[in-house]
């Protein structure tokens, strides 16, 4: 049973370009969130996707985007793209039960640094 | 607002125990959270509580959870070297849309 998966690992770009982080749910999720982890802290929520459409967003510009397939799969969009957006971008999934979402379940990371 | 605090860092000797400890400031909390990264990787969900419970055991795995308090603790039993790594606690708000994340304790095993 695959778990969440996130491409690239690795991700370097230059200031004022765009990105487009993936991530593939684990079987049987239908809910994918967005974390943006700086180092040494805890991880910022950025949003949360369920059919399709962005549940809930935390404090992020719009400068991030997102977008869900009808696979459940996901993407992360970050445009102009600034120094301070070097993290590890972590993608969670879940499945909605009744209103709540089950705990989530963190990929690997795709760790983008911004030069 | 929602605040969660961890102490950095916690050292302990190989085959004891550790007591990892956590405070929240979210009153309405539904599930409070362990997870484990090790260097390099993602998060590991290792446990998690409902708001309504005390107590949680899995194996060498407990988390205490004190409401009145505000305070959440992962006991990890006879503590090994692969349990080096940080663990983080989290609170979920608004039916898990979101997880509030402490800063995350780095566990430290001395042989």
């Known amino acids: 049973d695959a778990g969440v998966t996130q491409s690239p690992t690795h991700l370097i770009k230059t200031r004022g370009q765009q990105v487009t982080l993936r991530c593939s749910p684990k079987?049987?999720?239908?809910?994918v969130s967005w974390y943006q982890q700086a180092l040494g802290q805890g991880p910022q929520f950025i949003f949360q996707?369920?059919?399709?459409?962005?549940?809930q967003r935390g404090n992020f510009p719009d400068r991030f985007s997102g977008h869900q397939f009808p696979n459940y799969s996901s993407e992360l969009n970050v445009n102009a793209l600034l120094l301070g957006d070097s993290a590890l971008y972590l993608c969670?999934?879940?499945?909605?039960?009744?209103?709540?979402?089950?705990?989530?379940?963190f990929g690997n990371g795709t760790r983008l640094t911004v030069t | 607002g929602e605040d969660v605090e961890q102490s950095l860092f916690l050292s302990v000797r190989e085959g004891d125990s550790s007591v990892i400890n956590c405070t929240y400031t979210?009153?309405?909390?539904?599930?409070l959270y362990w997870y484990k990264q090790e260097p390099g990787a993602g998060l590991q969900l290792l446990t998690y509580?409902?708001?309504n419970m005390d107590m949680k055991q899995d194996q060498r795995l407990t988390v205490l959870l004190n409401k009145k308090d505000k305070h959440l603790s992962l006991r990890i039993a006879d503590t090994q070297t692969g349990d080096s790594a940080i663990y983080f606690c989290?609170?979920?708000?608004?039916?898990?849309?979101?997880?509030?994340w402490g800063a995350g304790t780095k566990l430290i095993i001395k042989p």
């Open positions: 979210d009153s309405s909390s539904t599930y």
């Open positions: 079987s049987g999720h239908d809910t």
């Open positions: 509580i409902f708001s």
């Open positions: 996707y369920y059919e399709e459409e962005e549940r």
């Open positions: 969670a999934s879940s499945f909605l039960q009744g209103a709540d979402n089950s705990p989530l379940h």
């Open positions: 989290a609170e979920s708000l608004d039916s898990n849309y979101q997880l509030i």
